[in-house]
């Protein structure tokens, strides 16, 4: 099993739904949403910061549907008040 390191230093079981629900409520199709998941899931390892998985989510939105990307900034911004802490992923 793999552990996630959230901000507060806790640790955390990784659960690919958690990424799947994002990817869902960003607008991604449910295949998107589960292509993301296991995306995500193939890279993530023990130890894993929660905000390195976040910088992945919002790259996959990017690469796949910028839009979703935006959703997930806004809402991240209304609902979680985080709005410094998101970075836009390199330019490729």
Do not use: C
């Not at 023990?46 to 900034?73: A, C, K, S, Y």
């Amino acid at each position: 099993m793999v552990d996630v390191v959230k901000a507060d230093g806790r640790r955390e079981p990784f659960v690919r739904e958690k990424v799947i629900v994002s990817a869902l409520k960003s607008g991604a199709p449910v295949e998107d949403a589960r292509a993301i998941g296991e995306a995500i899931e193939r890279v993530a390892h023990d130890g894993m910061p929660t905000g390195e998985i976040r910088r992945r989510v919002l790259e996959q939105f990017h690469d796949r549907n910028p839009e979703w990307e935006e959703n997930w900034i806004l809402y991240d911004r209304a609902v979680k008040k985080r709005a410094a802490a998101i970075a836009a992923p390199p330019a490729r």
